[in-house]
């Protein structure tokens, strides 16, 4: 899995990191996800889920359907890092 | 752009001080902040509270005291994430805010509930409501669990940022309450210190559309600029604005600056959270420390397994069946008891009375009606206690995420699953839940497939025809709870029928994105669920000792006049003379071939008031046809009911269409009146009534006759 | 206590019993919903909510 890789979050492996690089749903949904924290350049780690997915995002267990997944498009973090309590500093 | 230093005038707020009116405060939080048990721990009041989003839709109103002995009224409103509004629940925080709300004053101040384990993405809320330029205090909630997590978060480093009081609290365990009631009994709150700048180039928009707000809209000045804001962060008017539309001026102001982004392929909205968020995450570098780094918490390793492909159904299917196991096993002695109580207490006034009409509505209206109700208490118990554990521990969450796939396949999400496991207690409360629905077309499919769980209410019919249908103790509870599953199945799958039926053909819409925070696991907390379960035992016996009361003592009226004009007539004699019994007999025709006579037609008309009536009603109709000194168990009645061919009437094939009726059917006012209330019309809940009732009709006769058919 | 006395006192609480059902009803229809069964509004709410409202 190369590091510039990017694909949306339904294929990020269980127990992998991602950055979220862009979001592709419609205008209500991504702001949703913005507002939620989970905008563009958040960390996130995939917990468990094939279909649903049941990521850590800031320290919050958020569920995703498999559209609204397929919607948030991550680059894998290569180092197995933990997800910081706090938001990357941009 | 800076906030102005003036926020409101000194003036107005020292009138506004110096009033005697009691003052408001509304509470406001993210979903499952713990806004609720707060709310709760200030008011004294005990409102339901739950370990997953969305426990509150509605606002709700207590009163609290400050240290000076003055009252203080507090409004719990419903979590949300921001106040761009995106569901039912959320427009009621909005618009309570605001002012827009025509059944609520507009809070003088606001208590901002944070979970200070999630601060970050917490104060995104906080930070749009300080724009508002209202006094506010941020109740730093959940301050064990931050510690818990590895974080220690330093309040007082927070106040100094925010300029606002910030005071820690545990509501669960009452810590930080006099902290809080200190603050809220202050005379003047300090206003907002803390400044974000907006984007420089956004900056001429704010201003553009807040000075619009202001000359067309006649908002204040802040709440213009707030509201400028969220309508540049949202462009969907009416999330923002609620019902009330925007002048044409405004309109025409936004329309204009979304078209200038457009062309110029920036996305100004992302803009405007990314700065939001960069201005609150410098406040948490400065405020939060991460004690130790963080591995994965223990509700982490839980969900690896209760939200695993396999693994979590086969959980979803053991807690079902022990909820089922456990309502036939454990409830037996209890319900034999109250059943021996009641036959007692039958005896008792048989004896003590000389025959007559009053003896005859004692024993045959009063207790042979709401008996055979009560008797089922023990098994709503073990419903509510099942109900209370899975709302507690937060696994309500977890089922929702793992039915998140089935629900896909009928159109809808996993968010719709709330509502409809909470359907499984009641039909009502889950018809409200779905103000957390976002989609309107989802949220209406959702209330119109609710009623089909199976609710508390038909645990006592189903609970009847199984003990008629599979008597005595021969028959093992395993045998009784697969019946029992087989109803509540067929429940749950009819509704994933409907759905799907009108997600394809009345509501059609794209596939829902659902995006739902899943809240860590917390242990059961054993005096909530006691509450709980007494509370609901309390409205199930309240129930019995009101409504079920009076529509027995009607319904013993309308099976014992006019009374036969030949004295010796049997008692089915005399009911089939009796009002009742000739309003039956009209139904007759429509219910016959479903195997049912004129007897049930009674009990399903007089069930429409609540479906445990049915029991009540049988409890009077096979009463007054048994012998009066010597009573008998209802089922045993039941059992030897006969159509006037000398036939069995319930037989186990009846008994089975009897429960697939219950199943189906619209039998409940009171969701009548509420899907009403929700939807805003009676369009939907007379389509509701004709659909389900409809269905259950053909379903039956379907049944039935093949049974017949095959010589059941 | 005779038949027909029986018959009255009976009559009378059948009398009383439609007088309450038909209020019920009609509160129903001035305030359509659960009646506090459902926990969405405890019956202090509603006591202060009528407090507020006056």
């Known amino acids: 899995m190369s590091a510039n890789t990017q694909f949306p979050l339904c294929q990020l492996p269980i127990g992998a990191t991602g950055r979220v690089c862009h979001l592709a749903g419609d205008d209500s949904f991504c702001q949703r996800v913005r507002e939620m924290g989970f905008g563009e350049a958040a960390l996130v780690t995939k917990i468990s889920g094939t279909t649903t997915s049941l990521c850590l995002v800031n320290g919050t267990r958020i569920a995703l359907n498999h559209s609204a997944a397929m919607s948030i498009v991550v680059e894998p973090i290569p180092v197995l890092g933990q997800v910081s309590g706090l938001r990357e500093k941009r | ?712 | 206590m005779s038949a027909r006395t029986q018959t009255i006192v009976a009559l009378a609480i059948v009398a009383v019993t439609v007088a309450l059902l038909v209020r019920i009803y009609v509160q129903k229809c001035r305030k359509p919903g659960c009646g506090g069964d459902c926990g969405a509004l405890s019956p202090e709410v509603k006591k202060l909510q009528a407090r507020l409202k006056k």
């Not at chain 2, 199984?466 to 429940?491: E, F, H, N, Q, R």
């Open chain 2, 1 to 712: 752009m800076k906030l102005p230093s003036h926020i409101t005038s000194t003036a107005r707020r020292r009138a506004e001080s110096a009033s005697d009116r009691t003052p408001i405060y509304a509470m406001v939080g993210n979903p499952n902040s713990g806004k609720t048990t707060l709310f709760n721990a200030l008011t004294g009041l005990r409102q339901k509270v739950g370990n997953y989003p969305g426990v509150t839709v509605e606002k709700k109103i207590g009163t609290t005291w400050s240290q000076h002995g003055k009252p203080i009224q507090v409004i719990d409103l419903p979590g949300a994430y921001s106040l761009a509004a995106r569901s039912p629940d959320e427009a009621v925080l909005r618009d309570v805010l605001f002012g827009r709300r025509e059944d609520t004053p507009q809070p003088d101040r606001i208590i901002c509930v944070v979970d200070a384990a999630n601060l970050e993405r917490n104060l995104y809320l906080v930070h749009q409501i300080l724009d508002l330029g209202r006094p506010v205090i941020v109740a730093l909630n959940m301050m064990d669990m931050a510690a818990a997590a590895g974080l220690k978060v330093d309040a007082a480093a927070l106040e100094r940022a925010l300029g606002v009081p910030v005071i820690p609290c545990e509501a669960v365990h009452g810590k930080g309450l006099v902290g809080l009631r200190l603050a809220m009994s202050r005379v003047e709150l300090p206003l907002a210190r803390h400044r974000w700048d907006v984007p420089a180039a956004v900056a001429p928009a704010v201003a553009e559309l807040q000075a619009s707000l202001t000359d067309n809209e006649g908002r204040a000045p802040l709440v213009a600029r707030a509201e400028a804001l969220l309508l540049l962060t949202d462009f969907d008017t009416v999330r923002v604005a609620g019902s009330r539309p925007l002048s044409a001026r405004t309109h025409e102001i936004l329309g204009n600056w979304r078209q200038r982004w457009e062309s110029a392929g920036t996305d100004w909205a992302a803009t405007l959270i990314r700065s939001r968020y960069d201005s609150i995450g410098g406040l948490c570098q400065d405020v939060v420390v991460r004690t130790r780094e963080q591995g994965p918490s223990r509700s982490d390793r839980i969900d690896a397994v209760l939200c695993h492909s396999f693994w979590g159904w086969v959980v979803f299917g053991a807690i079902m069946t022990a909820l089922l196991f456990s309502i036939f096993s454990l409830a037996e002695g209890p319900m034999d008891w109250i059943e021996s109580q009641t036959t007692a207490l039958k005896g008792l006034v048989n004896g003590a009375m000389a025959a007559g009409d009053l003896r005859a509505l004692l024993t045959e209206g009063i207790i042979g009606g709401v008996g055979p109700i009560i008797k089922f208490l023990p098994q709503i118990l073990i419903l509510f206690f099942f109900v209370g554990l899975l709302e507690n521990t937060g696994y309500m969450a977890r089922a929702a995420f793992i039915m998140d796939r089935p629900m896909s396949k009928v159109g809808l999400n996993g968010r719709s699953f709330i509502p409809l496991l909470g359907s499984y207690a009641c039909a009502i409360p889950g018809i409200m839940a779905t103000r957390t629905i976002e989609n309107a077309k989802d949220r209406l499919v959702t209330i119109l497939v609710a009623p089909l769980m199976s609710c508390s209410a038909r645990l006592p019919v189903y609970l009847l025809m199984i003990a008629t249908l599979l008597p005595g103790d021969a028959v093992s509870a395993g045998k009784k709870a697969g019946l029992m599953l087989l109803m509540y199945a067929l429940g749950t799958f009819g509704a994933f029928g409907f759905a799907w039926l009108f997600k394809r053909t009345l509501f059609k819409s794209a596939p829902p994105h659902m995006i739902m925070e899943l809240p860590p696991y917390q242990p059961p907390r054993l005096r909530e669920i006691l509450r709980q379960m007494l509370g609901r035992a309390w409205l199930f016996l309240k129930n019995a000792g009101t409504i079920i009361l009076a529509i027995s003592i009607v319904l013993w009226a309308l099976t014992t006049y006019p009374k036969h004009p030949d004295p010796a007539a049997t008692p089915t004699e005399q009911i089939a003379h009796s009002f009742a019994g000739q309003a039956g007999h009209l139904l007759e025709p429509v219910i016959k071939p479903l195997g049912f006579d004129w007897r049930i037609g009674i009990g399903l008309i007089t069930s429409f008031a609540a479906r445990e009536v049915f029991v009540s009603s049988m409890g009077v109709i096979f009463g007054v046809a048994g012998a009066d000194e010597n009573p008998t168990p209802l089922r045993d009645a039941l059992r030897a009911a006969r159509w006037p061919d000398g036939a069995p009437l319930f037989t186990p094939l009846v008994c089975l269409v009897l429960m697939i009726y219950y199943v189906f059917a619209m039998q409940c006012m009171s969701t009548v009146a509420v899907v009403k209330r929700e939807t805003n019309s009676w369009r939907w809940p007379l389509f509701q009534i004709f659909y389900m009732t409809g269905t259950a009709w053909l379903f039956c006769f379907v049944v039935y006759q093949m049974g017949r058919s095959l010589g059941y």
